[in-house]
């Protein structure tokens, strides 16, 4: 239960990035579905494309930090034992080269 209600605070509190990659996801504007702040598992994704089996997460500085790299390991890791591919990008590279991270979303979809 806690868990879904992190995921809403979070949808509801979403960085800017997360907010502006969502203004390029919503709709199945890549013809694809995407949801948001998604539990899977123990985890809560930033998008995820349940039916393509994408994951995208959007990182802020933190994930720089050495502990948080190792969670993030094990977090992708056991995404992908899950069946999930999962994508990262840093908030700066989408907030300024979101064409260059809409390209690499679509050449999964190829």
Do not use: C
Not at 48 to 59: N, Y
Request: no cysteine; aromatic share 12%; proline share 2%.
């Amino acid at each position: 239960m806690m868990l879904r209600e992190y995921a809403r605070r979070n949808r509801r509190e979403a960085t800017p990035a997360e907010q502006f990659l969502w203004e390029h996801l919503r709709g199945n504007a890549l013809g694809a579905d995407f949801l948001r702040q998604h539990i899977i598992g123990d985890y809560i994704v930033d998008f995820v494309s349940r039916h393509d089996g994408l994951v995208i997460e959007v990182d802020g500085g933190y994930h720089s930090e050495p502990q948080q790299q190792e969670d993030d390991t094990v977090r992708e890791y056991n995404l992908q034992r899950m069946g999930y591919h999962v994508m990262r990008f840093s908030n700066e590279e989408v907030l300024f080269d979101i064409d260059n991270v809409i390209r690499k979303i679509k050449e999964y979809f190829e």
